[in-house]
RNA sequence: UGGGGAUUAGUGUAACGGUAGCACGAGUGACUCUGACUCACUUAGCCUAGGUUCGAAUCCUAGAUCCCCAACCA
């Protein structure tokens, strides 16, 4: 007999997102098969992942599941914001789920835009957030049946450069591509409107003078710009992407990776279908804004494997993958494109990509955001083709809701106002047991001191409230308890000149030494008291620098005010950053920095203290932190009813 | 103007011809040594108009609104 008042509580079942039924759906057809491996297809240029291969093909392959192997192809030219989290944790949390593998890849078809600054930041940001990619053990959020799965390990598209020549060169003979000398303002005059079909006087090249200029162009013998490689497909398409698209350009720049080797460069819908084949990706997951792209990534693979057979052991078609779309994130109060988070970088309006209010993935992480809560928070909202705009608390919301479980409490005081306990013996010293942390009882307690004379927040002292009734702090004749420590009664203020209160008196009850009032000596009930506040001793308190954020934009959709789209520095906050001194804990001190991301580390180990100052929110130690002063960041405020109560009186 | 997408409570997201559900938010209350957490209750929705059907969020037709596309960027 079950007793249902005790049933054990079924995790909620997460819908199939769209992109998880299309996986279900296409199970049969994603069989590793027919596909040539370019080393078996004897294309130049060996490509080294033969192992890779192998340990997809292998038993770690889970019978009845679909293959799934999934990348995040960011292009090394900036930092990654929360947007990509959610790119990559839904690439990476798909593999995981089914076994499959995740790359990392880095799209560096671009010598010109491209750093190796960022490649390090890249990798780091990926691995912070769980997608451990370079870990073959990797088996993530998955289902929790574990084997197989893992990581796939980084990729560089430039590592695939004599592929797409060679294709490129096999297109050119199948009278699929040819070589255009227009130049670039000469094709944008050329293009066309939905109804005038684009022209260009080279497209009926024959085939054997395009391949000559082609090599040429690839043995620098052609100035930058001079001419392109051009897909023959239709000049008339209502889609622009199929008026004949450039695949290859000129650029005699340095690649990070492949040197002075090249000067021409592929583009973007030339090289993606082809990087995501040569690494067997199953599902080529982008956003909405390339839905107008997917006919020529189609068109690009089916033109490379017109005329190859999969009975030919050397001249297989290649793979095929299937590419999706789906919403990117849109948070609001915050801006996520790349050009702009640059210039508030190099404007200095921040102190760098890694600024505590920058929605970077570096920016949140130094925030104290967690890859728990920003996995929790992309989870939430799922994927969708529906682009909508996230309200910002709700990855507040997912900070707060894991800082709570895991984060110690401490007491600081923000914004002292000195307290002094009239009755307290003048120069005495009690330690007392504070707990840890209510929600985890295995955490303990530790010894705090106190004294004679405290601080308060001035926030806990109101002399006439305007709503006595709900105020359930300190004011002349109320009781409240100190946190862990005793019941205190507010008997008068100081004031100076001017009429601003310098300190408060109050009186203590010993007999309720802990925070707990006893029963009256003839069976009364305890004294209750509504309001419990915290507390740090005065002539203990360690003084430390705090650093309070409020959002950086004051619109929701900054740069979007009524309607019309205008400058998005409008609506920058100018005062989304205050540095204050506080008043900590003792016990605070002996917390150290430590990066998240030193060498090694384990994904999901945070090893950046995080803690809670009881009833003001969750802070972290900040990197600025020195061995004498340190440097915390407020991540997120507690929630504060008092406050929207205050608000409406 | 042409093409490609999208539209379900305040917000986000399910339901795939058969009872419109969930989460967050908001409101009320309970509990509480954090005005936190937790718990209970409440709140409120299928873009519009037609049609098919015993039955439509779902299929059809027409319309509305919003997003993307005419870089040798990705």
Redesign the pocket.
């Known amino acids: 007999m079950s007793d249902p008042t005790n049933t054990p509580l079924v995790p909620?079942v997460r819908?199939?997102?769209?992109i998880e039924?299309i996986v279900k759906q296409d199970n049969a057809a994603l069989k590793w098969g027919a596909w040539a491996d370019p080393v078996d297809a004897g294309i130049p240029g060996v490509l080294d992942h033969g192992k890779e291969k192998a340990a997809i093909k292998g038993p770690a392959r889970r019978i009845g599941k679909p293959r799934v192997h999934t990348r995040f192809?960011?292009?090394p030219?900036g930092w990654l914001h929360i947007g990509h989290a959610k790119s990559i944790l839904l690439n990476a949390g798909l593999a995981a789920k089914y076994d499959g593998k995740f790359n990392l890849r880095f799209?560096d078809?671009?010598p010109?835009?491209e750093e190796m600054e960022y490649v390090e930041a890249i990798k780091r940001d990926v691995k912070w957030l769980g997608a451990d990619y370079e870990n073959p053990d990797w088996s993530g959020a998955g289902d929790g049946d574990g084997g197989g799965g893992g990581g796939g390990g980084i990729f560089w598209?430039s590592d695939y450069f004599d592929h797409m020549y060679e294709f490129a060169k096999e297109l050119i003979l199948k009278g699929h591509a040819y070589v255009?000398?227009?130049?670039?303002e000469?094709?944008?005059k050329r293009?066309?409107?939905?109804?005038i079909p684009a022209t260009s006087p080279f497209r009926d090249r024959p085939a054997a003078e395009s391949m000559k200029l082609f090599r040429e162009m690839k043995l620098g013998k052609h100035a930058?710009?001079?001419?392109?490689l051009r897909a023959k497909i239709d000049l008339a398409s209502?889609?622009?992407?199929l008026r004949d698209?450039?695949m290859y350009?000129?650029?005699h720049a340095p690649h990070h990776n492949t040197g002075t080797k090249w000067c021409i460069?592929?583009?973007?819908?030339w090289?993606?279908g082809i990087e995501d084949s040569l690494e067997g990706v199953t599902h080529s997951i982008c956003t909405?804004?390339?839905?107008?792209?997917?006919p020529l990534y189609d068109w690009f693979i089916n033109a490379i494997n017109e005329g190859r057979s999969p009975e030919d052991h050397l001249n297989r078609p290649i793979w095929h993958s299937q590419q999706i779309?789906f919403?990117k994130l849109i948070p609001t109060y915050t801006i996520l494109s790349k050009r702009n988070l640059l210039k508030l970088v190099q404007d200095r309006t921040v102190s760098g990509w890694d600024d505590p209010r920058m929605p970077t993935i570096a920016g949140v992480r130094r925030r104290g955001y967690t890859p728990v809560a920003l996995r929790a928070f992309c989870d939430?909202?799922?994927?969708?083709?529906?682009?909508?705009?996230?309200?910002f608390?709700?990855l507040e919301?997912a900070v707060?809701?894991h800082l709570?479980k895991v984060a110690p409490?401490y007491m600081a005081v923000l914004r002292p106002l000195k307290l002094i306990i009239d009755n307290y013996p003048q120069g005495q010293t009690e330690l007392l047991d504070c707990?840890n942390?209510?929600?985890d009882p295995g955490a303990g307690s530790r010894k705090v001191p106190f004294s004679r004379e405290l601080f308060i927040e001035r926030d806990d002292f109101m002399e006439s409230p305007p709503n006595p009734k709900?105020?359930?702090?300190l004011t002349p004749g109320q009781e409240v308890?100190f946190?862990?420590?005793y019941f205190l009664k507010c008997v008068d203020c100081d004031k100076d000149a001017a009429g601003n209160v310098t300190a408060v008196h109050c009186t203590y009850d010993p007999a309720t030494k802990?925070?707990?009032c006893p029963p009256g000596p003839n069976g009364e009930p305890p004294r209750?008291v509504?309001?419990?506040?915290?507390w740090v001793s005065a002539a203990h308190a360690v003084k430390a620098e705090v650093r309070l954020f409020d959002r950086l934009f004051k619109a929701e959709e900054p740069g979007k005010s009524g309607g019309a789209i205008g400058n998005f520095m409008d609506d920058f906050n100018a005062n989304s950053l205050e540095v204050i001194e506080a008043h900590l804990e003792p016990a605070l001190d002996a917390l150290k920095y430590a990066s998240d991301c030193a060498d090694g580390f384990t994904p999901g180990a945070f090893r950046t203290p995080r803690v809670?100052f009881?009833?003001l929110g969750y802070f972290t130690l900040d990197p600025d932190s020195t061995g004498t002063k340190q440097v915390w960041n407020r991540t997120v405020t507690?929630?504060?009813?008092?406050?929207?109560?205050a608000a409406k009186i």
């Open positions: 909620p819908p199939l997102n769209f039924q192809p960011p292009e030219n799209d078809t671009n010109t835009k598209a255009c000398e227009l130049s670039g000469e094709v944008s293009r066309g409107t939905p109804s930058d710009g001079s001419m392109t209502p889609n622009f992407n698209p450039m350009r000129i650029m460069y592929p583009m973007y819908d090289a993606h909405l804004e390339f839905e107008n792209h997917r779309e919403a939430d909202l799922g994927a969708t083709k529906t682009e909508s705009l996230i309200d608390g709700r919301n707060r809701d709570n409490r707990v942390n209510p929600e709900k105020f359930f702090r308890r946190r862990w420590a802990g925070g707990d209750k509504k309001g419990t506040i915290h809670q009881e009833r507690l929630k504060d009813a008092w406050a929207k109560e």
